[in-house]
């Protein structure tokens, strides 16, 4: 199975909004609601950030937001801070057991 | 405190075999689906395999499939990864992680793999 593909880099101010995307095929992103966005500081171990497209697990600000179209998932961070500064990574369940994540987004705070 | 900690990492060469370790504490290891997951230095994160809470099922991408097995020891509350024929694009960091899916999110610090000759 291939990548979810995701754009190389975002950025925006601080307080600003940035949204990243998440494309897979209707075999992953589009078959299940089982997508989850993980953010990762350098040298650091993934952070879940969102989980089930939508769902915050507990201690994520509530600046984090998902949602889903059809084979695109995204994750929305509303009022940048400078320690959202990091790798976010989306992963998607695809079915039979199998896994697949994203390629990655480097978001820099202006 | 919950806490995963990996281990079993070295330099091995191209074919060689090695078994990594996850040994986890803090919440009820049995009942939790686990994940192995690799980062290869300046790239992003791969899924490597996935063993269901009891052990009876475990599932690989293509790319480790037939050389990969995962495993679980519930009352030592290990997890294991075996990895045989291993071959340089496995050079990674290894982590192991609970499953995500329900909002679950324990990683360990993860163990590096490094392959070449």
């Known amino acids: 199975q291939s990548a979810l593909t995701q754009p190389p880099s975002a950025s925006g101010s601080p307080g600003q909004s940035v949204t990243i995307s998440c494309t897979g095929t209707?075999?992953?992103?589009?078959?299940?609601?089982?997508v989850s966005w993980h953010q990762q500081h350098p040298d650091k171990a993934p952070k879940l950030m969102m989980y089930e497209v939508s769902k915050r697990p507990s201690g994520v600000p509530d600046r984090f937001s998902g949602s889903k179209s059809g084979n695109t998932a995204s994750l929305t961070v509303s009022g940048l801070q400078a320690e959202d500064e990091a790798e976010y990574y989306c992963?998607?369940?695809?079915?039979?057991?199998?896994?697949?994540f994203g390629t990655g987004t480097k978001v820099t705070v202006l | 405190q919950v806490l995963l900690v990996e281990s079993g990492g070295a330099v091995v060469q191209p074919g060689g075999s090695l078994r990594l370790s996850c040994a986890a504490s803090?919440?009820?290891?049995?009942?939790?689906?686990m994940h192995w997951v690799r980062q290869a230095p300046g790239k992003g994160l791969e899924w490597v395999a996935f063993?269901?809470?009891?052990?009876?099922?475990?599932y690989y991408p293509d790319s480790v499939r037939g050389r990969f097995t995962v495993s679980r020891d519930n009352a030592k509350n290990t997890l294991f990864l075996q990895m045989n024929n291993l071959r340089p694009e496995d050079t990674a960091l290894y982590f192991c992680?609970?499953?995500?899916?329900?909002?679950?999110?324990?990683w360990g610090q993860g163990t590096l793999v490094t392959v070449s000759s």
């Open positions: 803090g919440f009820t290891f049995s009942n939790f689906f």
């Open positions: 992963s998607a369940y695809a079915g039979n057991g199998k896994y697949v």
């Open positions: 992680a609970s499953n995500w899916n329900y909002g679950n999110d324990y």
């Open positions: 063993i269901r809470s009891d052990g009876t099922n475990q």
């Open positions: 209707s075999s992953d992103v589009g078959a299940y609601n089982y």
